[in-house]
T-cell receptor
Framework: GQQLNQSPQSMFIQEGEDVSMNCTSS?????WLWYKQDPGEGPVLLIA?????ELTSNGRLTAQFGITRKDSFLNISASIPSDVGIYFC?????????????FGDGTTLTVKP | GAGVSQSPSNKVTEKGKDVELRCDPI?????LYWYRQSLGQGLEFLIY????????KSGLPSDRFSAERTGGSVSTLTIQRTQQEDSAVYLC?????????????FGPGTRLTVL
């Protein structure tokens, strides 16, 4: 099946710094999704991208759908302690069974006050 | 309104026993998904229900795994003759429909430990 390579695996940053993480795939997706997961909870959708080249923001978060449809990145600006968690990218391929998503292994973010 | 709920939150069982995990989706959501999350890994798709259609079982890892959805609402994931490699967090999600733009809302998961 399709594989997503997410990097970096973990990040340790100072409060106020910007963060960047990305996902790459060997094959294309029609949709890229970015989720955040807090301990003991399920993932929560942050940003959804539906068109190649699309750049979307949600507050301090910005994500882009790569033009090749094989990659996406997520940026977090001016990080704060509550940004701590695991960030997952996910891709969906087709319009049927659209809910089936392939997930990356996650980026664990630690923010030092 | 209530989100997706799952029970139990934690389950410890002995190898070879059967377990049942329950998911209550958001009311009115027609699509329901089960994923498995192993330690330090992303989510692995298991099975998906949409309305009255036959479920997509393509992600189930073996015939020891099965799931049903009664009355288009509550779903139960059953693992028979559990093995240690079944230990993981099992996450359920629901969405209004199964369209490309339908957001999946996840429950908190059931952490399964097989001794």
């Amino acid at each position: 099946g399709q594989q997503l390579n997410q990097s970096p695996q973990s990040m340790f940053i100072q409060e106020g710094e910007d963060v960047s993480m990305n996902c790459t795939s060997s094959s294309i997706f029609n949709t890229w999704l970015w989720y955040k997961q807090d301990p003991g909870e399920g993932p929560v959708l942050l940003i959804a991208l539906y068109k190649a080249g699309e750049l979307t923001s949600n507050g301090r978060l910005t994500a882009q759908f790569g033009i090749t449809r094989k990659d996406s990145f997520l940026n977090i600006s001016a990080s704060i302690p509550s940004d701590v968690g695991i960030y997952f990218c996910a891709g969906r391929l087709d319009n049927t069974n659209a809910g089936k998503s392939t997930f990356g292994d996650g980026t664990t973010l630690t923010v030092k006050p | 309104g209530a989100g997706v709920s799952q029970s139990p939150s934690n389950k410890v069982t002995e190898k070879g026993k059967d377990v049942e995990l329950r998911c209550d989706p958001i009311s009115g959501h027609t699509a329901l998904y089960w994923y498995r999350q192993s330690l330090g890994q992303g989510l692995e798709f298991l099975i998906y229900f949409q309305g009255n259609s036959a479920p997509d079982k393509s992600g189930l890892p073996s015939d020891r795994f099965s799931a049903e959805r009664t009355g288009g609402s509550v779903s139960t994931l059953t693992i028979q003759r559990t093995q240690q490699e079944d230990s993981a967090v099992y996450l359920c999600a629901s969405s209004l429909r199964d369209g490309l733009r339908d957001t999946q809302y996840f429950g908190p998961g059931t952490r399964l430990t097989v001794l």
